[in-house]
């Protein structure tokens, strides 16, 4: 007996939802220019090769540019799909549009 395509009685796929270490990766680009994702935990260790190319093969990073100092380093980014899968729907605005921060430093005394 095979299915018959048009019958959709609640069969929708699941969505896919990244592990917490690929949860951690991903998220360090949302805050990072462009996306840019870690090659290292804060701690100093390296983040798994197999955490990175896991995030690509689900579409959650990209790979941006070769490293040609180490080239077996995946350098990636975070993707639509990426900030989607982490609740972040819109890309944070760039620094150049936040309001510029006061200056400090000494004050020109006022002219009497």
């Not at 929708?12 to 360090?28: V, W």
């Not at 990073?61 to 380093?73: G, H, L, Q, R, T």
Request: charged fraction near 30%; charge should be positive.
């Amino acid at each position: 007996m095979s299915k018959d395509p048009h019958d959709d009685q609640g069969d929708e796929p699941a969505i896919l939802r990244p592990t917490e270490p690929q949860r951690r990766y991903l998220e360090r680009g949302l805050s990072q220019p462009g996306g840019k994702l870690p090659l290292f935990y804060p701690d100093g260790r390296e983040v798994p090769p197999r955490t990175i190319q896991a995030c690509v093969a689900h579409g959650w990073a990209e790979p941006w540019f070769s490293n040609p100092v180490k080239p077996d380093w995946l350098v990636c980014r975070l993707t639509e799909k990426g900030r989607q899968v982490l609740g972040q729907t819109e890309i944070p605005a760039s620094p150049a549009g936040k309001a510029a921060a006061p200056k400090r430093g000494r004050r020109k005394p006022e002219a009497s």
